[in-house]
């Protein structure tokens, strides 16, 4: 028995077999038994309860799996994004005063004293700054890469809004976003339209 083109055919007997396949198991559900029997790549056999209960828990379970996955993922990118919000500020800090302060940084990113004391500890361990007791905060190399990055990031996002016709303050907000969140071929598209624009 091969499966069928469509999501539905008709069986010996003119019985109506409707197949469905999930992520480890492909299975053929003849519609015909009243009993729940199941056709498993063309051999029948009849579900129990426990059978059922397996296979929904299983696909529940890889369901939990997938989720978890993309939820993991999007809490990495938001620590990037932080990551990138903190380096950039500290970059801009430093180029103005010649040192960012926690406090500085607490005021720029409209978030409190405690909150950036956190994020410098993970920056810090994540070998993004460098830091002492009491003292500023300071971009290393892979910091100030990434700090560029950003910044160059920023950049075309805005000049492509600018392009777009989209007024310079609205831009800048909307650019704080959307840097984070386009690819690198997105990036070039936004480049490539504001060079002939």
Known sequence: MSLPEGAGWRGEGGRS???TITCSYCYITDAGLSNGSLAILGQTMTQSPTVAETTRKA???RLAEVQASALRHTRQ???METAQDYAEAIADLAAIHGEARAVDLARRLGVSHVTVIRTVARLQRDGYVS???YRSIFLTDKGLRMAEESRRRHEIVVAFLRALGV????AQTDAEGI????SPE???AFKRYTASN
């Not at 840097?179 to 386009?182: A, D, G, Q, T």
């Open 17 to 19: 077999v409707v197949w």
């Open 59 to 61: 696909g529940a379970a």
């Open 77 to 79: 990118e938001h620590a």
């Open 131 to 133: 830091t002492r007791p």
């Open 167 to 170: 007024p310079e303050a609205t």
């Open 179 to 182: 840097e984070h969140h386009v």
């Open 186 to 188: 997105t990036l070039a």
